[in-house]
């Protein structure tokens, strides 16, 4: 090796974070996104590791032209799901964080360098997020949540966190009307913008087989609570998350939702309030289609449409509801 490549070598630093992507029939959205992460993040060596879960809209080939030699770019023939892709992807990854960023996102004033500057003066938290914006540039509340109750279930049952949705006590899961702003710690950091070493996530064991999309990170979540964690969120670190751009479906959309909710009650709620859980979970779609349709009868024409919605989602209640085995 001549000692001019030795030195090229020895000059390009070790990745401090691998980002991680995993595309899904978001073309346009994600080649966006990687050209954000490269324009904004100018001050911590990074990877790029983009997995694309087959999709159908021509992702593939565009990733591999315009992406194929500055990152790990792979391109599967099948769907793996979010979680399981993203397993894969941490397998390859190098750096000491891992940092999970969705396709339908765009990184702003250098978010991720923000970030690691986050991470770094709370490392205790040891998982931290953002605050996500809509591409209008208000707030997108999604970047993190508090963990599902037995209130929370009965709030959503009933109607209560639709009706009073700034409100602390009605909507606990949204955190009421908290604008996002400044340092907050919380239960669930969303897997939109998700920061975590690797050795800690390793230990944990990524992300749970069980779940294909949804919820995946809150249990990662709650499990790492277990083991110490106190997951953080700054408002410092800003992102664009459009949000659902790989669901077209709302009714698909809402049987993966509420399937992954029922898996996660399965797995973290006590025993004894399990059953109970669940059956709040059962409610929330009934209700849903039932309030719809009475609104519906009354003249209102938007809620025609979602009580279709509802009622589909009901009706394939045996998917949802099926976790035992899980």
């Not at 969303?190 to 990524?206: A, E, H, K, Q």
């Not at 993966?256 to 973290?268: D, E, G, P, V």
Request: with cysteine; proline share 3%.
């Amino acid at each position: 090796m001549s000692s001019n490549l030795q030195h090229e070598i020895a000059a390009v630093p070790s990745p401090k974070v691998s980002i991680i992507v995993i595309s899904y029939n978001t073309r346009e959205m994600t080649l966006k996104c990687l050209e954000t992460v490269y324009a904004e993040t100018r001050e911590t060596p990074f990877e790029l590791i983009v997995i694309d879960n087959n999709s159908s809209d021509g992702s593939a080939e565009a990733l591999q032209r315009e992406y194929g030699e500055r990152a790990i770019v792979h391109c599967l023939d099948e769907n793996l799901g979010f979680a399981a892709a993203n397993n894969v992807a941490a397998q390859e990854a190098t750096g000491e964080f891992l940092l999970l960023l969705n396709p339908d996102t765009e990184v702003l004033d250098g978010a991720i360098d923000r970030l690691m500057a986050f991470a770094a003066t709370y490392p205790e938290a040891g998982i931290w997020g953002g605050r996500t914006l809509f591409g209008d540039m208000t707030l997108n509340p999604t970047s993190c949540w508090s963990r599902m109750s037995l209130w929370s279930l009965t709030s959503q049952a009933l109607g209560l966190s639709s009706i009073f949705r700034k409100s602390s006590l009605f909507n606990p899961e949204a955190m009421g009307g908290w604008n996002r702003e400044g340092i907050r710690e919380v239960d669930v950091v969303t897997g939109c913008f998700f920061l975590i070493r690797r050795d800690f996530w390793n230990r944990l064991g990524g992300f749970d087989k069980a779940f294909f999309m949804y919820a995946e990170e809150a249990d990662l979540c709650a499990r790492a609570a277990k083991a110490g964690a106190r997951p953080m969120v700054t408002s410092e670190a800003t992102i664009i998350h459009h949000g659902g751009a790989s669901e077209t479906v709302q009714s698909d959309k809402l049987v993966r939702l509420i399937k992954a909710k029922m898996t996660l009650i399965h797995k973290h709620f006590p025993r004894a309030s399990r059953g109970l859980a669940m059956w709040l979970m059962k409610l929330w779609p009934l209700s849903r289609y039932l309030a719809h349709r009475v609104l519906a009868a009354l003249g209102r024409a938007a809620s025609k449409e979602s009580a279709a919605v509802w009622k589909s989602v009901w009706d394939r209640r045996a998917i949802w509801t099926d976790v035992k085995d899980l």
